[in-house]
C-alpha cells in the first residue's frame, strides 16, 4: 500500500476582529469542504482548526507531497472561506489568497506548506505546531533543540537508535539554496547558520542512515514560505508550521515539545516589526490580543491509524508551561518598554519588507550630503 501523507496547509483568508481570531463560519465551511472531499476518499481524515488569524488544515492521504489533487483542495478551500470573509467584511479577506488561479502547486500562492510521506508504523505519534505572528526562523531553536541538543533531547544521550543524532537540511531563503548537513558532526556549522533566522531556516530534519526508522522519511518538515517574496511587498507575516514525528528511534514527544519551556524571541509582532517573545498556547488562549501577539505557538498531538487521525491532544493545555507563559508576558512588558527602539523594532534591513519604507521616502529630498556641506566651509 502507498506511504501516509500528512499535509498541512495553512492560510490568513480573514482576521476577526482585526488579525486577532479565525470566525467560526471560515472554520465550518473548510470542515465541510473537507468532509465532502473525505466521502470521495480525496483525503483519509482531516482536522481544521485555528492559530490566531490563521486557518488551518490538517490532512491525511496516500498521495505523497505535493499532491495537485490536495493542494488544490487546499486552495479552493480557502476560496471558499475568503468568500465568506469577504461577506462578512471580516479584516484582510483573501490575505494569503496571493494569486488568481490555481497553477498545479499551491507552492509560492501565500498559504504555508509542512508535509511528510512515510510508512505507517506499528504506531506513529506526531505534533503539528502552529505559530501565529511570527516567521519560518522561529522554528530554528526548538528544532535544533529536538533533534540536537543533548540537554533538551535525553534520547541522544542515552537511546541507542537516536544516538547517531540528525540530518538537518536548511535553506537560505535569500539565495533559493538549500544544504543538508549532520549533527552532531556539523553543529557549529549548522549553528553558524541557523542563528541568522531570517535567513537561514531548517526545512526538514531526517533520521541518519542505519536508524531504526528510514532515512528518507523526513521526522519534522517546517513551512518556509515568505509572503514578502511571493507578493513583493509586506502583506503579513508567514505565520509557519511544523510537523514533528516522535517515538521510536525519534525524540520521545516530551522531547519535541520541551523547547518551549523557554520563550525565546522571534520576529513578527505588531505589523511583523517586532522582536518578541513566543508564548505556547493551548487552543483557548491561540489568539493575538496584546499589540497584536505576543506571538503564539500551539501544539496538537495525534496518533495515526491507517490515515485516521486519532486525537488531537491540546498539548500546551497544561500547567507545565505556565512558566513559559509567565517569562513570555514579563518579557513582553520588558521589550514593549523599549517602544519604536531596536532590537525591539527589527534592524533596518528587516524592515525593508514592512511599510516603515514609505515612511523613510518620505524623508529622502531632505537629507543634507554631509561631505559637501564640509567642503563648502
Ligand atoms: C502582523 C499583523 C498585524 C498588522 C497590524 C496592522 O502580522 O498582521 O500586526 O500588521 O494590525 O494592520 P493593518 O496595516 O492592516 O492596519
Ligand atoms: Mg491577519
Ligand atoms: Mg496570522
Known amino acids: 500500500m502507498a506511504k501516509i501523507t500528512i499535509s498541512v496547509i495553512?492560510?490568513?483568508?480573514?482576521?476577526?476582529?482585526?488579525?486577532?481570531?479565525?470566525?467560526?463560519?471560515?472554520?465550518?465551511?473548510?470542515?465541510?469542504?473537507?468532509?465532502?472531499?473525505?466521502?470521495?476518499?480525496?483525503?483519509?481524515?482531516?482536522?481544521?482548526?485555528?492559530c490566531g488569524d490563521d486557518l488551518q488544515l490538517i490532512?491525511?492521504?496516500?498521495?505523497?507531497?505535493?499532491?495537485?489533487?490536495?493542494?488544490?483542495?487546499?486552495?479552493?478551500?480557502?476560496?471558499?472561506?475568503?468568500?465568506?470573509?469577504?461577506?462578512?467584511?471580516?479584516?484582510g479577506a483573501g490575505q494569503d489568497i496571493l494569486k488568481d488561479a490555481f497553477s498545479g502547486n499551491i507552492r509560492g500562492m501565500g498559504p504555508g506548506i509542512a508535509e511528510v510521506e512515510f510508512e505507517e508504523r506499528k504506531s506513529d505519534p506526531f505534533v503539528v505546531f502552529m505559530m501565529d505572528k511570527t516567521e519560518p526562523g522561529a522554528f530554528n531553536l526548538p528544532m535544533y533543540k529536538i533533534f540536537a541538543d543533548p540537554f533538551n533531547t535525553a534520547g541522544l544521550v542515552i537511546d541507542p537508535t537516536c544516538h547517531a543524532g540528525f540530518r538537518f537540511e536548511v535553506w537560505d531563503i535569500l539565495e533559493h539554496k538549500k544544504i543538508v548537513m549532520d549533527a552532531p558532526e556539523e553543529t557549529y556549522d549548522i549553528l553558524a547558520m541557523i542563528g541568522a533566522k531570517s535567513r537561514y531556516v531548517i526545512k526538514r530534519v531526517f533520521p541518519k542512515p542505519g536508524s531504526k526508522v528510514p532515512e528518507k522519511e523526513a521526522a519534522a518538515c517546517i513551512s518556509t514560505e515568505k509572503l514578502y517574496?511571493?507578493?513583493?511587498?509586506?502583506?503579513?507575516?508567514?505565520?509557519?508550521?511544523?510537523?514533528?514525528?516522535?517515538?521510536?528511534?525519534?525524540?520521545?514527544?516530551?522531547?519535541?515539545?520541551?523547547?518551549?519551556?523557554?520563550?525565546?524571541?522571534?520576529?513578527?509582532?505588531?505589523?511583523?516589526?517586532?522582536?518578541?517573545?513566543?508564548?505556547?498556547?493551548?487552543?483557548?488562549?491561540?489568539?493575538?490580543?496584546?499589540?497584536?501577539?505576543?506571538?503564539?505557538?500551539?501544539?496538537?498531538?495525534?496518533?495515526?491509524?491507517?490515515?485516521?487521525?486519532?486525537?488531537?491532544?491540546?498539548?500546551?493545555?497544561?500547567?507545565?508551561?505556565?512558566?513559559?507563559?509567565?517569562?513570555?508576558?514579563?518579557?513582553?512588558?520588558?521589550?514593549?518598554?523599549?517602544?519604536?527602539?531596536?532590537?525591539?523594532?527589527?534592524?533596518?534591513?528587516?524592515?525593508?519588507?514592512?511599510t516603515l519604507p514609505g515612511v523613510m521616502k518620505k524623508l529622502h529630498d531632505r537629507f543634507e550630503d554631509l561631505d559637501k556641506i564640509e567642503q563648502k566651509k
Open 10 to 50: 495553512k492560510a490568513d483568508v480573514g482576521g476577526f476582529p482585526g488579525h486577532v481570531d479565525v470566525h467560526p463560519r471560515l472554520m465550518e465551511i473548510a470542515r465541510k469542504r473537507l468532509s465532502e472531499a473525505k466521502k470521495k476518499k480525496t483525503i483519509i481524515d482531516f482536522y481544521v482548526t485555528h
Open 59 to 91: 490532512m491525511t492521504h496516500r498521495k505523497g507531497v505535493d499532491s495537485q489533487s490536495i493542494h488544490k483542495l487546499a486552495w479552493d478551500t480557502f476560496v471558499a472561506a475568503t468568500a465568506i470573509a469577504k461577506e462578512m467584511k471580516l479584516y
Open 229 to 354: 517574496e511571493i507578493a513583493g511587498e509586506y502583506v503579513g507575516k508567514d505565520d509557519p508550521v511544523a510537523i514533528v514525528r516522535c517515538q521510536s528511534g525519534l525524540p520521545a514527544l516530551g522531547e519535541v515539545i520541551e523547547p518551549f519551556t523557554f520563550p525565546h524571541l522571534v520576529s513578527g509582532w505588531m505589523r511583523g516589526s517586532h522582536n518578541g517573545p513566543i508564548m505556547p498556547v493551548d487552543q483557548k488562549h491561540a489568539r493575538c490580543t496584546r499589540f497584536d501577539g505576543p506571538p503564539r505557538v500551539m501544539a496538537l498531538g495525534f496518533q495515526i491509524a491507517d490515515g485516521d487521525l486519532i486525537g488531537p491532544v491540546d498539548l500546551f493545555d497544561d500547567p507545565a508551561f505556565d512558566g513559559a507563559r509567565t517569562k513570555s508576558w514579563e518579557v513582553a512588558d520588558y521589550m514593549r518598554r523599549h517602544g519604536p527602539f531596536e532590537p525591539h523594532r527589527l534592524p533596518m534591513e528587516d524592515m525593508e519588507y514592512t
